[in-house]
């Protein structure tokens, strides 16, 4: 690019940054003189009219960041810091990837095997991103993405759900992310049982949430698990009383909703017909409407990288490495990091 025909903003960066406190400086004594002369703003804008003005103050500074971005083919470095998109991984989230179908691949859930999705769940809802990978179509179940939906649901963590899968023969090929309050709607209507066991689980659960514990004689000693009340509803809360409370501790299972939500799925479909498979085709049909699938890959030249970084609305980009998933990362978190670099380096 010709630096001096085709640039957005055409000086140093020193002057970027007294540009942006000149214009604060006339700016906001305009704004107390408009207030004292005409009543503008009055106090419900007065704020709204604020943050423009900073805004408008910090133009030259973002249009610099801007080209800078756009000649250095997205890369500023200073003092041996670099910060490219080759590096984002570093102020992004990977997440942590769920074992497949929870921990328990391709057999019905029964009452053994719940303790397992349990693990599985207490290492995802610890986190803020998980990755599902699909494979090749045939290693996720509805039924066990609807438990680990339901869950992040009610917990809200994981805040954010990456899809991969075996794709034109790559593995782990980025399909796209969405939030677990997008796709849990979907997914519960995909099927006349899912519903109907997920509004279960909620209220067996929290039938159980009134049940008082049991107070230990030795407060050194973990108390016995409380006996199931005589006026608890017959159904699921009374078939798995076993799961309400954790047998070591005395203190409720935090994960119960869940855990008799696989329970029930396992008993009504898993056994009772071929559970569907989350292939890269059924990905779409469930979740086309919110699954988000902008990313930017390393292997990308500079120029469309930027572009693409700075086209893009959404609050989170993936990031990817020939098209395999390496960190979801936070658009402010890099632009902050631009401007430190740039305004530092000058």
């Known amino acids: 690019m010709n630096k001096s025909t085709n640039r957005l903003w055409p000086f140093d960066a020193r002057v970027s940054v007294f540009s942006a406190v000149a214009l604060l400086v006339v700016l906001l004594p305009l704004v107390a003189a408009l207030r004292v002369k005409f009543d503008w703003p009055d106090e419900k804008s007065e704020s709204v009219v604020l943050i423009g003005v900073l805004l408008l103050s910090l133009l030259p500074v973002l249009l610099a960041v801007v080209d800078v971005l756009i000649e ?3 890369v500023l470095e200073y003092k041996g810091m670099k910060i ?19 921990g328990v691949r391709g057999e019905p859930v029964n ?46 963590k994981p805040d954010k759900v990456v899809f991969l899968a075996t794709d034109a023969g790559k593995q782990q090929s980025f399909q796209g992310w969405a939030h677990p309050a997008e796709l849990l709607p979907h997914l519960a209507r995909a099927h006349p ?3 109907r066991s997920l509004r279960a689980a909620e ?32 159904g699921l809360a009374t078939q798995h009383p076993w799961m309400a409370f954790n047998s070591a501790t005395g203190l409720p299972n935090e994960l119960l909703a869940e ?88």
Request: charged share 20%.
């Open 203 to 234: 209220a067996a659960a929290k039938q159980w949430e009134l049940v008082e514990l049991v107070n230990p004689v030795n407060p050194n000693k973990p108390g016995a698990a409380p006996a199931q009340p005589p006026w608890m509803q017959i």
């Open 111 to 156: 009452d053994s095997s719940t303790t397992q999705i349990l693990e599985a769940l207490k290492d995802a809802t610890t986190c803020d991103v998980v990755i599902l990978d699909l494979e090749e179509g045939q290693a996720w179940w509805e039924t066990r993405l609807l438990v680990l939906l339901a869950g992040a649901v009610r917990l809200r």
């Open 259 to 346: 855990q008799l939500l696989a329970t029930d799925l396992g008993s009504k479909v898993e056994t009772q017909e071929q559970p569907k498979r989350v292939s890269l085709v059924r990905l779409e049909e469930l979740f086309r409407p919110v699954l988000r699938k902008d990313r930017i890959d390393q292997s990308w030249a500079p120029d469309r990288q930027i572009s693409t970084f700075l086209e893009g609305e959404e609050a989170y980009v993936a990031v990817t490495q020939n098209g395999h998933y390496s960190a979801l990362v936070a658009r402010m978190s890099v632009l902050n990091a631009l401007v430190k670099s740039l305004v530092a380096g000058k």
């Open 84 to 102: 490219d998109f080759s590096q984002v991984s570093r102020v992004g989230m990977s997440g942590v990837t769920v074992p497949v179908n929870i």
């Open 72 to 74: 250095r083919g997205g």
């Open 193 to 195: 049982q899912y519903l």
